[in-house]
């Protein structure tokens, strides 16, 4: 036994146990920290070590607390409403209609008339028909305090009591806690617990034998002036449990939105690709016709595009370029097609619009970088009138790309997206044919999702068309997709509302899992 050492507080709290300060032997977390004046951590991290020492004994069980409510309807000077009522009347001195006791008290009338039926049940007062009065009974009650004030006035004093406790120090507990409790949202019931700590019999042999060096002072980390003087070796060193639960720290985090965009980019970093970027506000030109669509087709109309009104027009690209995707929509120039057979506008092709895919980017990277081989990849806001609902906004994140290869093929752009999406953890990948205007063959990805048990469409893809590609100096085929981010994070934060993601809700942003 004398090979136990404790710290000052640890003996002050084992002493305390041992009938010094607890005549039962037994006290509960609560009880030593208002004796001793500890805080509360301490004395627990204290009793548990002591535990494991076979000191003392630690039990828990559960209590009923009561309190009053966070809101009570209409209380005035600490009293309750019926004794707020009482009083009105009293002075009143004649029976009032209960709209006027409302307007008299400065309440509603439905306040009033919930505070009737305890008053009636007591015998307070009469009622007849719309009109209340008070009774001699009532008048009496005015002056005192029954039960269930005497409980209310306690608990407004004291914020909590156990219920076990309080029915044997409280005369007026039992009655007024049944006359609280009925009346209803006044009383708030929780079931909590309650941890006490006794001394065992070696606690009790060690306190009667411990000696001036079994107890030592505690120190929290070992000193330069601990080192130099010689007293580390006086000291015991505080006990850490480091499985002990502790609050969560609130600190900065990349919003989860942010983080999935990260682990995007990082993956087509390590698949070889470079990035490159745009701007959000691009020319028509860029955004529709050197991807070969059609000046009259219906995604250019104001309804599913958003113009830019300053500036309304744009530089267009050097003239050769302009001319030679002029010639490809209207006869279909070099490209061995037929083009669109119709005149191709020019300030149509100026106009400025919020781009609304980010291929606008990875077509013009195309331009200045013609020749295979090439990989480049654009993560990026679009825009388009999109109706706002749980799977819609008009703002949403693409990623898009394209591989310039010799001997590229629809096989090799759907390996490459296949492998994307295992890299995203998705173990079941579907490709099904599917149509683009400037991809021609096009292709769709679908993954399984096991916990809905369906398959989710993810994004376009597919070879660009020679329209596309000859005008741009590019003999090579052209493998290009785009991919929607939102629905990716939807699946993968298992979120039903797309909206959810950029809405400020500091509880998710906490919880998330920063990994999974």
Same mark, same amino acid.
């Given at each position: ?13 084992l ?6 300060g607890a005549?039962s ?8 920290v208002?004796?001793l ?10 009793l548990?070590?002591m535990q494991?020492l ?8 559960e ?14 000077d600490?009293?309750l ?5 009482l009083?009105?009347?009293?002075a009143?001195g ?13 309440v509603?009338?439905k306040v009033?008339?919930k505070?009737?039926?305890p008053m009636?049940d007591?015998?307070?007062m009469?009622?007849?028909g719309?009109?209340?009065a008070?009774t ?17 006035d ?5 914020k *909590? ?6 029915q044997?120090?409280y ?6 806690f ?11 019931l929780?079931?909590?617990k !309650?941890?006490?700590?006794?001394v065992s019999?070696e ?11 079994d ?11 601990l080192l130099q003087?010689g ?8 006990h ?6 502790v609050d ?5 985090r990349?919003h989860p ?8 980019r990082?993956?087509f970093?390590g698949?070889?690709?470079?990035? %490159?970027?745009? $701007?959000h506000?691009?020319s ?6 050197a991807?070969?669509q ?17 500036p309304r027009?744009?530089v ?5 370029l ?10 279909g120039g070099?490209?061995h ?12 092709a100026k ?11 990875? %077509?013009q ?8 081989p090439?990989? /480049?990849f654009c993560?990026g806001?679009?825009?388009r009138?999109?109706a ?9 994140t ?8 010799k ?11 296949s492998e994307?999406y295992?890299?995203m ?10 149509f683009? $205007? /400037?991809?021609?063959p096009?292709?769709?990805?679908? %993954?399984w ?5 369906e ?9 660009f !068309?020679?329209?596309?590609t000859?005008?741009?100096g590019?003999?090579? $085929?052209?493998?290009a997709w ?6 990716? *994070?939807?699946?993968? /934060? ?10 400020s809700?500091i ?7 920063s990994c999974?």
């Amino acid at each position: 036994m004398n090979a136990i050492t404790l710290t000052r507080t640890q003996y002050d709290i084992l002493k305390y146990l041992g009938g010094l300060g607890a005549a039962s032997g037994c006290a509960t977390i609560d009880e030593v920290v208002r004796a001793l004046g500890i805080d509360q951590v301490f004395v627990f991290s204290s009793l548990q070590f002591m535990q494991e020492l076979g000191l003392v004994s630690l039990s828990e069980t559960e209590v009923q607390e009561v309190s009053l409510a966070a809101k009570i309807e209409f209380i005035r000077d600490g009293e309750l409403p019926e004794k707020t009522i009482l009083k009105e009347l009293s002075a009143a001195g004649a029976a009032m209609h209960i709209q006027d006791l409302a307007v008299r008290l400065g309440v509603e009338q439905k306040v009033i008339g919930k505070a009737l039926k305890p008053m009636l049940d007591k015998q307070w007062m009469e009622k007849d028909g719309p009109s209340v009065a008070i009774t001699a009974a009532g008048k009496a009650a005015a002056e005192v305090k029954g039960d269930d004030e005497l409980l209310f006035d306690c608990l407004r004093e004291k914020k *909590a009591l156990v219920v076990e406790e309080s029915q044997a120090v409280y005369g007026f507990f039992a009655n007024g806690f049944e006359l609280l409790k009925k009346r209803g949202q006044i009383l708030s019931l929780k079931t909590r617990k !309650r941890r006490a700590a006794s001394v065992s019999g070696e606690g009790k042999v060690f306190l009667a034998s411990c000696k001036p060096g079994d107890i030592k002072e505690e120190a929290t980390a070992l000193t330069s002036e601990l080192l130099q003087d010689g007293k580390w070796n006086n000291v015991v060193f505080k006990h850490y449990d480091i499985q002990a639960g502790v609050d969560a720290a609130p600190i900065g985090r990349i919003h989860p939105f942010q983080r999935l965009l990260n682990q995007v980019r990082g993956i087509f970093y390590g698949m070889g690709f470079s990035e %490159v970027a745009s $701007p959000h506000v691009e020319s028509s030109f860029w955004n529709f016709d050197a991807l070969f669509q059609p000046q009259d087709h219906p995604a250019r109309d104001m309804q599913d595009t958003f113009y830019v009104a300053h500036p309304r027009t744009g530089v267009l690209p050097e003239a050769r370029l302009v001319e030679q995707v002029k010639a490809t929509h209207e006869n279909g120039g070099a490209s061995h097609s037929t083009g669109w057979d119709y005149a191709w506008n020019v300030e149509l092709a100026k106009k400025m619009v919020l781009r609304t895919h980010t291929t606008a980017a990875s %077509v013009q990277q195309l331009f200045k970088t013609p020749l295979p081989p090439a990989k /480049y990849f654009c993560i990026g806001r679009v825009f388009r009138r999109e109706a706002v609902d749980y799977k819609h906004l008009p703002v949403f994140t693409q990623v898009d790309g394209i591989i310039v290869e010799k001997d590229a093929s629809l096989s090799h752009l759907i390996d490459v997206l296949s492998e994307f999406y295992r890299r995203m953890g998705f173990k079941k990948i579907e490709i099904r044919p599917s149509f683009f $205007p /400037y991809t021609e063959p096009s292709l769709e990805v679908h %993954v399984w999702l096991e916990h809905r048990k369906e398959w989710v469409e993810m994004g376009g893809a597919g070879v660009f !068309r020679k329209e596309v590609t000859v005008p741009l100096g590019c003999d090579a $085929p052209v493998l290009a997709w785009g991919l929607g981010m939102e629905r990716l *994070a939807m699946i993968n /934060y298992n979120i039903d509302d797309l909206r959810k993601i950029y809405i400020s809700n500091i509880k998710w942003l906490r919880e998330v899992p920063s990994c999974r």
